[in-house]
C-alpha cells in the first residue's frame, strides 16, 4: 500500500523543551524512508513514533549543528543492532566530512556496512531514490547548510470522456498506456496525448537554518509539502538574521512565493510554547493562503492527494 506521510519526530530548535524533542522528522514515500536532521533523543522518538530502522533508507542532514545531527549515532547503531539488511544512504555537507565520520563511529558497537555516504557539495546535487529524485541545494547560514527536496517524476491522467468519444475501451485502454498509440478497427490511430493530460508528479522539501536566500525559494518551488524551520516570530527579525534564520512571516513568503500546497512550521525556539502557535500561523497568513500546520512532536502529516484537476 502506498503511504505518503510525514512523521514528525522533534520540534525545538536548539535546546529541547518538556514538550518538544530536538529536531527531526521521517517521510515515508512509497517505501522509501527519509530521516531528516536527526538530532539528540531521535531513537527514543521514532519507537514512540511507532517507525523502526527498517524504515529508514535515507539520512539527510542539513548541516553539523548539533540539533541536527546528534541522534546520528544513536540511529546508525540502532541500524546496526537491528540488522537491517537494505542500503541506507547519508546525505550530508562535504564541508562537514569529520563532523560525519565522528558522528558514524561515536562509540564502540557492532558495525554495519549497509550505510553509503553522499557528500554534498556544488549549487545543486541530484540522486535517485526509489520511485523519487533527491535533490539538495545549498542554504544562507553559519555554517555549511543544505535543503533537500523529494520530486516524483511525472505521468499521464487518462481523460474517460475522450477514450469513450473515440471508442478506446477495456484492454485497449491499458494497450494504450503501454504502446502510447493504438489502431482502431476502423483503422484510425489513436495516440495517448489524444486521451491523457499531463500529471505532475508529487514533491516535498525539507528547509532548515538559513535566511531567505534562492535556494530556500528553488527548494519550495511547486512542492506539495513545504516542512521549513520557522524559529522566529517577527519581532525577533534581527536574531533571526544574525543567527541564520527564518521568521514564521519569511517562511510565509517563501510559501506563498512557491506555490505551495500545504506548509509545516518547525525547528521553534525555546522560547515560545504551544500557546503562542496561533501567532505564528498569523504571521504566515500575511503573505501565504493555503493550508499551515504547526507541527508538533509525534504529528503525522500527510502529502495532500491531488484534486481531480490535478490528476489525483
Known sequence: MSVRELVVLGTSSAVPTRHRNHNGCLLRWDGEGFLFDPGEGTQRQMLHAGVSAHDVTWICVTHFHGDHCLGVPGVVQRIARDKVTHEVRAAYPASGETYWRRLRNASAFADTDVITPRPVSGELTRWPAGPVTLTARPLSHPVQSYGYRVDEPGGRR????????????GPMIGELQRRGSLTLPDGSVVTLEDCSAPRPGQSA??????????????????????????????GES?????????????????????GVRS???????????????????????????GEVVTARDLMRVPVPKRSAEAGG
Do not use: N, W
Open 205 to 234: 522539501a525539507f528547509v532548515m537554518d538559513t535566511r531567505l536566500c534562492d535556494g530556500a525559494f528553488a527548494l519550495a518551488e511547486g512542492v506539495d509539502l513545504l516542512v521549513i524551520e520557522s524559529t522566529f516570530l517577527s
Open 263 to 289: 506548509l509545516v512550521l518547525t525547528h521553534f525556539s525555546e522560547r515560545y510554547t504551544t500557546a503562542d502557535e496561533p501567532r505564528f500561523v498569523d504571521e504566515v497568513r500575511k503573505a501565504y493562503s
Open 158 to 169: 487518462m481523460l474517460p470522456g475522450e477514450l469513450e468519444r473515440r471508442g478506446v475501451r
Open 238 to 258: 534581527a536574531m533571526a538574521a544574525q543567527y541564520g534564520h527564518l521568521t514564521a512571516a519569511q517562511a510565509g513568503r517563501i510559501a506563498a512565493a512557491g
